[in-house]
Antibody
């Protein structure tokens, strides 16, 4: 069955950096768009970034543009989110989710999330 | 940017029908998805392409989309349906997905 497992969350000081990972199994990893979605404490879902199967297409929310970088390693079946210049408002649970083969218009499987806390 | 508007909360008695709306400019011209999120859990896709149900989602869950409003309908409401529900569509100008603010469904 499809599984997504995030890791790498933790406590980081403002201005710091962190890389999140998402390990996938149960499907042909290279064929699918993947996305990061975050949820601040007590708030709603916010899309962060997506990447196509071959890494050709990426996109970012305005709130993270220039600070976050999404990438993937299809050989390792892993998705990454490099986060730099972190701010308090980046504090959230970060979910990776599977999109479709040709777009990121819907997300049919989600990981359990990893918590990032940005605080001094 | 494309904005999706949901009521913050909806309360319905068990056994009745809950309807959760998602407003967006000409939302009826695109596909809408709905996700269910229970406390401490990841979101789960319950409706895609406006009205399709993934395998394992009860037939009690249905969706519609027309004009400026998409609607998630949950019939024969059960206590286990109590959750936050999020609609999701596509912002074609920014070429990215967008979520509504979420609706907390309370089963009275």
């Amino acid at each position: 069955q499809v599984q997504l497992l995030e890791s790498g969350g933790g406590l980081v000081k403002p201005g710091g950096s962190l890389r999140l990972s998402c390990a996938a199994s149960g499907f042909t990893f290279r064929d699918y768009y993947l996305t990061w979605v975050r949820q601040a404490p007590g708030k709603g879902l916010e899309w962060v970034s997506y990447i196509s199967g071959g890494s050709t297409y990426t996109n970012y929310a305005d709130s993270v543009m220039g600070r976050f970088t999404i990438s993937r390693d299809n050989a390792k079946k892993s998705l990454y989110l490099q986060m730099n210049s972190l701010r308090a408002e980046d504090t959230a649970v970060y979910y990776c989710a599977r999109g479709q083969m040709t777009t990121a218009t819907l997300f049919d499987y989600w990981g359990q999330g990893t918590l990032l806390t940005v605080s001094s | 940017s494309y904005v999706l508007t949901q009521p913050p909360s909806v309360s319905v008695a068990p056994g009745k029908t809950a309807r959760i709306t998602c407003g967006g400019n000409h939302i009826g011209s695109q596909s809408v998805q709905w996700y269910q999120q229970k406390p401490g859990q990841a979101p789960v896709l319950v409706i895609y392409y406006n009205s399709d149900r993934p395998s394992g989602i009860p037939e009690r869950f249905s969706g519609s989309n027309s004009g400026n409003t998409a609607t998630l309908t949950i019939s024969r409401l059960e206590a286990g349906d109590e959750a936050d529900y999020y609609c999701q569509a596509w912002d074609s100008s920014g070429d990215h997905p967008v979520f509504g603010g979420g609706t907390k469904l309370t089963v009275l």
